[in-house]
């Protein structure tokens, strides 16, 4: 081999320049991958400042308009061009709040089922099927609270509300009017479907992060399942299960489709939550096609940028427990 | 005794009431596909593959909105797919660690679940309005948007199941990085690649927010990318909440037609990655 080598000095420095050339492509094609991986990474930033940067521009024209005073303000008139954040904001905040309310203990509940009584055969599937819930397309959601789940409410849920709480003090204006089927609770309630997977599937996650020594130890004391649950694996898991629900938070905040198919798009506030009324995705989805005259358009963007601003605020913090409960478990 | 007793007791109302959330959950996601599948297969028939959206009263379809949501849908995945590719590639081989990531991570975890119908007032500002006019592109674009952090985090997480062992071995042979990264990481995390990209179009594929004001909609038969195109979604939408009943019942075949895509998309989704857990 040494021989064959010597023999042909020529093929020698042949060989050594191929493989100089090969290593110059090789470093090459690295620095280039590296640099174009890198640049794909740095456009994803660039990509919450272009939407920030836009939205502020394309909402300049309102707040100069406005100011401080679009977010107080309840009128929204496109004829005489007067617009008001307050009941958007007031509607979003209200069908979330709903929202939240029904799905965190139905979520948890589902999430205590999947780690501590459901048989191991059917953990999975059962899992899957509520994963499965979080996949469907919002605009379903939407076309089914419309046609099957809102008339549903208009004939019992609202009836049974206004008969029960209609004379009651305090909650007489709650639950005061007609029963519409389409309102302010009907989205919070398609919402809570909505968002139940997410705060499930992540209370799951983090429940099953719990140490299993911890749990045995407790039962080992005579701990029942709830007494387990509730001295040992919610202590534990605590910012996770809050970051799950700010999670299910930012997600309800922000859902357009379903909200605006049963919200009634009604830019007024009502003290019953039977009332139709409308959230900033539900406007912005309704009126933006048909928007004429620059101070309207502005008045919507500006809305979806108060959206952003909210929601991303949410998902940060739920972002940071969550990130806080991975650190635990690596 | 009877504090044992009450102990016992409450565990099982509360154990009780876990159990009732589950079904109850369970039990949504049977009302709402019965729903789907009872109404939406009473329209099914060929003429909704065959025709276009047509005006009330006549027997339309929705070939036009299957085409402009498959088109979008295509035009989405193909921009989306390489950026989030690449940029989970960089955060979990080159920039392991670097403050950078952390950061993109942050970001990208926003954005995941940050309101689509803010993406579609986006590309409406610097697409649609720069442009002059509602177009296919822009709706595509905006999905992309869409699609970018479902695929970058899938590959980072990918990523990072592979053992650092083979790329060592591989750079011990003396690859370079790209190729190590090329030939062996993505090799390696294949099937959890392909899961994402799925993932991504599953999410995608129903997405209405981000269609209304980038595509629009449109009543007929379209393949100009620069002008608005029909979709599935928008067409739901508008048909839902129109007065007349054979728009309502092309509404809800479209929503069957979706959710099946949806559904069906995620299980092959999963099926592929628990595949690759078992090996």
Same mark, same amino acid.
């Given at each position: 081999?040494?021989?064959?080598?010597?023999?042909?000095?020529?093929?020698?420095?042949?060989?050594?320049?191929?493989?100089?050339?090969?290593?110059?492509?090789?470093?090459?094609?690295?620095?280039?991958?590296?640099?174009?991986?890198?640049?794909?990474?740095?456009?994803?930033?660039?990509?919450? $400042? +272009?939407?920030?940067?836009?939205?502020?521009? $394309?909402?300049?024209?309102?707040?100069?308009?406005?100011?401080?005073?679009?977010?107080?303000?309840?009128?929204?008139?496109?004829?005489?061009?007067?617009? $008001?954040?307050?009941?958007?904001?007031?509607?979003?905040?209200?069908?979330?709040?709903?929202?939240?309310?029904i799905a965190t203990p139905i979520g948890i509940g589902v999430a205590i089922f999947l780690t501590e009584i459901c048989p191991p055969r059917l953990r999975r599937p059962i899992g899957v099927a509520i994963e499965l819930l979080a996949g469907i397309?919002?605009?379903?959601?939407?076309?089914?609270?419309?046609?099957?789940?809102?008339?549903?409410?208009?004939?019992?849920?609202?009836?049974?509300?206004?008969?029960?709480?209609?004379?009651?003090? +305090?909650?007489?204006?709650?639950?005061?009017?007609?029963?519409? +089927?389409? $309102?302010?609770?009907?989205?919070?309630?398609?919402?809570a479907i909505?968002v139940l997977p997410f705060v499930a599937s992540i209370s799951r996650d983090v429940f099953e992060t719990v140490p299993s020594v911890l749990k045995e130890a407790a039962y080992g004391?005579?701990c029942t399942k709830w007494e387990v649950v509730r001295k040992v694996v919610i202590p534990y898991t605590?910012?996770g299960v809050?970051?799950g629900f700010?999670?299910g938070?930012?997600?309800?905040?922000?859902?357009?489709?379903?909200?605006?198919?049963?919200?009634?798009?009604?830019?007024?506030?009502?003290?019953?939550?039977?009332?139709?009324?409308?959230?900033?995705?539900?406007?912005?989805?309704?009126?933006?096609?048909?928007?004429?005259?620059?101070?309207?358009?502005?008045?919507?963007?500006?809305?979806?940028?108060?959206?952003?601003?909210?929601?991303?605020?949410?998902?940060?913090?739920?972002?940071?427990?969550?990130?806080?409960i991975?650190?635990?478990k690596? | 005794?009877?504090?044992?007793?009450?102990r016992k007791r409450r565990n099982a109302i509360y154990m009780g009431l876990s159990a009732g959330a589950a079904g109850l959950g369970l039990l949504m996601l049977f009302l709402i596909l019965?729903?789907?599948?009872?109404?939406?297969?009473?329209?099914?028939?060929?003429?909704? &593959?065959?025709?276009?959206?047509?005006?009330?009263?006549?027997?339309?379809?929705?070939?036009?909105?299957?085409?402009?949501?498959?088109?979008?849908?295509?035009?989405?995945?193909?921009?989306?797919?390489?950026?989030?590719?690449?940029?989970?590639?960089?955060?979990?081989?080159?920039?392991?660690?670097?403050?950078?990531?952390?950061?993109?991570?942050?970001?990208?975890?926003?954005?995941?679940?940050?309101?689509?119908?803010?993406?579609?007032? &986006?590309?409406?500002?610097?697409?649609?309005?720069?442009?002059?006019?509602?177009?296919?592109?822009?709706?595509?674009?905006?999905?992309?948007?869409?699609?970018?952090?479902?695929?970058?985090?899938?590959?980072?997480?990918?990523?990072?199941?592979?053992?650092?062992?083979?790329?060592?071995?591989?750079?011990?042979?003396?690859?370079?990085?790209?190729?190590?990264?090329?030939?062996?990481?993505?090799?390696?995390?294949?099937?959890?690649?392909?899961?994402?990209?799925?993932?991504?179009?599953?999410?995608?594929?129903?997405?209405?927010?981000?269609?209304?004001?980038?595509?629009?909609?449109?009543?007929?038969?379209?393949?100009?990318?620069?002008?608005?195109?029909?979709?599935?979604?928008?067409?739901?939408?508008? &048909?839902?909440?129109?007065?007349?009943?054979?728009?309502?019942?092309?509404?809800?075949?479209?929503?069957?037609?979706?959710?099946?895509?949806?559904l069906?998309?995620s299980i092959?989704?999963r099926v592929?990655a628990s595949?690759?857990t078992l090996?």
């Open positions: 081999m040494t021989d064959l080598a010597l023999s042909k000095p020529v093929a020698t420095a042949d060989a050594a320049t191929r493989r100089a050339s090969v290593l110059r492509r090789f470093s090459l094609t690295d620095a280039v991958f590296r640099n174009v991986t890198r640049a794909s990474a740095i456009l994803v930033l660039v990509m919450l $400042g +272009g939407v920030i940067i836009s939205l502020i521009e $394309g909402a300049l024209p309102a707040i100069r308009a406005f100011g401080f005073g679009f977010l107080a303000s309840e009128s929204w008139n496109p004829v005489t061009e007067k617009f $008001g954040a307050l009941s958007p904001i007031y509607g979003t905040l209200v069908t979330s709040a709903i929202a939240m309310l397309p919002s605009i379903i959601y939407g076309i089914w609270g419309l046609f099957v789940f809102a008339p549903f409410l208009q004939t019992t849920l609202q009836p049974f509300l206004i008969s029960t709480f209609g004379n009651v003090p +305090g909650l007489q204006t709650l639950f005061a009017g007609p029963p519409y +089927g389409i $309102g302010i609770l009907t989205a919070g309630i398609v919402l909505m004391v005579g605590r910012i809050i970051g700010m999670l938070l930012g997600r309800a905040l922000g859902e357009t489709m379903a909200v605006t198919f049963v919200i009634g798009n009604a830019h007024k506030i009502s003290g019953s939550i039977l009332a139709p009324g409308t959230t900033i995705s539900a406007s912005i989805a309704n009126e933006f096609t048909e928007a004429d005259g620059a101070l309207y358009t502005a008045s919507l963007i500006e809305l979806g940028l108060i959206l952003f601003g909210i929601t991303f605020v949410v998902l940060a913090i739920s972002r940071l427990m969550l990130m806080r991975e650190k635990k690596g | 005794m009877s504090l044992y007793e009450a019965f729903a789907l599948v009872w109404n939406g297969l009473a329209g099914l028939g060929l003429n909704v &593959f065959t025709q276009m959206t047509s005006p009330p009263g006549g027997t339309g379809g929705l070939l036009n909105a299957i085409y402009g949501s498959l088109v979008m849908t295509f035009i989405g995945v193909a921009i989306g797919t390489p950026v989030g590719l690449l940029a989970g590639t960089y955060m979990a081989e080159y920039g392991r660690g670097t403050k950078l990531v952390t950061v993109v991570r942050f970001i990208n975890d926003i954005l995941l679940s940050a309101p689509s119908i803010v993406i579609g007032l &986006f590309v409406y500002e610097v697409m649609v309005r720069r442009m002059g006019h509602f177009s296919a592109v822009a709706g595509g674009v905006a999905l992309a948007i869409i699609v970018v952090p479902v695929v970058l985090r899938t590959t980072e997480d990918m990523l990072l199941l592979v053992p650092g062992a083979l790329r060592e071995a591989a750079s011990a042979l003396g690859l370079p990085r790209a190729l190590v990264i090329r030939h062996i990481a993505y090799k390696a995390a294949r099937a959890g690649l392909l899961t994402g990209v799925l993932l991504a179009i599953a999410r995608v594929s129903g997405e209405t927010a981000p269609l209304l004001f980038t595509a629009l909609n449109n009543q007929f038969w379209s393949t100009d990318l620069n002008a608005p195109m029909a979709n599935l979604p928008v067409v739901i939408f508008q &048909f839902a909440l129109s007065p007349y009943k054979d728009w309502q019942q092309l509404a809800w075949t479209g929503a069957l037609l979706i959710t099946l895509a949806v069906t998309l092959v989704a592929i595949r690759r090996k």
